[in-house]
């Protein structure tokens, strides 16, 4: 998580998002700066949904918890709209998966500010 929200009460928020075969995300919101992570579903276990293993070998290594699992992408969201994301390499197969990318980061958008109680800039 970002060095500049050291010090300050976080409030942890844990969801899941774009339904089954979504996306879980850890938000950290303060009143001015969320930091994001975000887990790719990738299936449905006995005990909910599947992630894949953070330094895994492919679709095999899989875990069901975001606390070993490979990030999807990663960032923050400031007060005054600047934010930083970190992609790490996806694949998307069709066009479905390119949709539901941009509706995940339309998301991420949306929610930082709702997170941190102010509004969207312009």
């Known amino acids: 998580m970002s060095e500049e929200t050291k010090g300050t009460p976080k409030r942890l928020t844990i969801e899941d998002v774009l339904g089954d075969f979504g996306f879980r995300v850890r938000w ?63 694949h998307l197969c069709g066009k479905s998966a390119w949709v539901r990318h941009r509706q995940l980061l339309e998301y991420l958008w949306t929610r930082a500010f709702q997170l941190m109680g102010t509004e969207e800039p312009e």
Do not use: R
């Open 28 to 90: 950290l919101a303060q009143d001015h700066w969320v930091d994001f992570e975000v887990f790719e579903v990738i299936g449905l276990g006995d005990k909910g949904p599947m992630f894949y293993m953070d330094g895994g070998n492919g679709s095999s290594d899989t875990v069901e918890t975001i606390d070993s699992a490979e990030h999807y992408t990663k960032g923050f969201v400031k007060w005054d709209g600047c934010s930083h994301v970190e992609q790490v390499e996806s």
